[in-house]
């Protein structure tokens, strides 16, 4: 009891860094700071969704980014076909293009949703290794698809002119921006909290440390592994959706392996099943960027030997490691 009370007092602090941040960089006049805030609060939610399926249903995918990519385009499409004045064409409807941020991510969610129930329907009805390589077959499959297709700027990628609008707010000042970031991050993030602690989030932890049990019980741990890998994928999605307006561009680059790794990583650094942990590790991924990129493009090497560190002496993470010093001391 004493180490869940440490770390929730670990997160209210850790939420309240990542807010006041920006805001101080904000009033020095420093709006590359808060785009790099941004930036890692995105990242950072794309870790939580994947914390969902790995930390909570041990599910270890390799495909996410396909999920951060069909999120990314569903807005880069819609935008498009908004600044163009073309509708969508897709029959029997004539759908036209949109720069509403609400309905762009509910189009976001929907189509990462549909893609992560398909996908995850076939994937959940294997297990280990061979879980890891169809998700991430299916992840290059959605990637290459990407690439061949010229209508949307194939390799070379799709461009957002102007950031999509959300009532309220001039999404356009980067600190309007990250607050609303922000706040869908700490919103997705009491989901999470509520969902952990709730029926399916108990069946979900059950299920990761023993199927047969739960089948014995009268549950279906497959229905229970494939909602949450949807839940996982919407959420992912929704982050992509968030990253093409940071961007102001989707590409494939968004669907590549490289990703899908690189959003695990996130979650390794600052815990696995751990709450903030991807919040941690999205923070620490691009601040490695940020300060060791600046004087070398090797900068992955340090972020590997902090990942080296965390694995050997850190099991629980950023976030196991900080709260089990508060402990002690």
């Not at 498009?80 to 941020?101: D, E, K, R």
């Not at 129930?117 to 299916?138: D, H, K, Q």
């Not at 992912?236 to 392996?257: E, H, I, K, Q």
Request: aromatic share 12%.
């Amino acid at each position: 009891m004493r180490d869940l009370i440490t770390e929730h007092r670990l997160n209210a602090l850790l939420a309240l860094i990542l807010l006041c941040g920006p805001l101080i960089a904000h009033f020095a006049d420093e709006p590359f700071m808060v785009t790099l805030a941004t930036r890692a609060t995105i990242l950072a939610l794309a870790g939580v969704g994947l914390n969902i399926a790995l930390g909570l249903g041990g599910l270890v995918s390799f495909g996410h980014a396909a999920f951060f990519g069909l999120g990314g385009y569903a807005v880069g499409i819609l935008a498009s076909h908004h600044q163009t004045y073309v509708p969508l064409m897709t029959a029997p409807f004539l759908i036209n293009g949109t720069n509403q941020m609400l309905v762009l991510w509910l189009v976001a969610i929907t189509v990462s949703g549909l893609a992560a129930l398909l996908i995850g329907a076939l994937s959940l009805r294997t297990s280990g290794v061979y879980f890891i390589m169809i998700t991430l077959a299916f992840a290059q499959m959605i990637y290459y698809f990407a690439i061949s297709w010229p209508a949307y700027g194939g390799e070379d990628g799709l461009s957002i002119y102007v950031r999509n609008a959300f009532p309220g707010l001039n999404t356009l000042r980067p600190l309007d921006f990250f607050l609303l970031c922000y706040a869908v991050l700490m919103l997705v993030l009491v989901a999470q909290w509520r969902m952990t602690g709730a029926r399916f989030g108990m069946a979900l932890q059950a299920v990761r440390q023993n199927e047969g049990r739960v089948a014995a019980l009268g549950l279906s741990p497959y229905r229970i592994k494939l909602a949450a890998f949807v839940i996982s994928g919407m959420i992912t999605g929704l982050a992509g959706a968030l990253y093409a307006d940071l961007n102001r561009f989707v590409s494939p680059s968004m669907m590549s392996w490289h990703l899908s790794g690189e959003i695990m990583v996130f979650i390794i650094l600052g815990g696995v099943a751990r709450l903030f942990g991807p919040v941690v590790g999205a923070c620490l991924f691009v601040l490695f960027e940020h300060v060791f990129g600046s004087f070398t493009t090797h900068w992955q090497f340090f972020l590997g030997a902090a990942l080296l560190a965390v694995v050997l002496f850190a099991r629980g993470g950023f976030i196991g490691l900080v709260a089990g010093r508060v402990r002690h001391d």
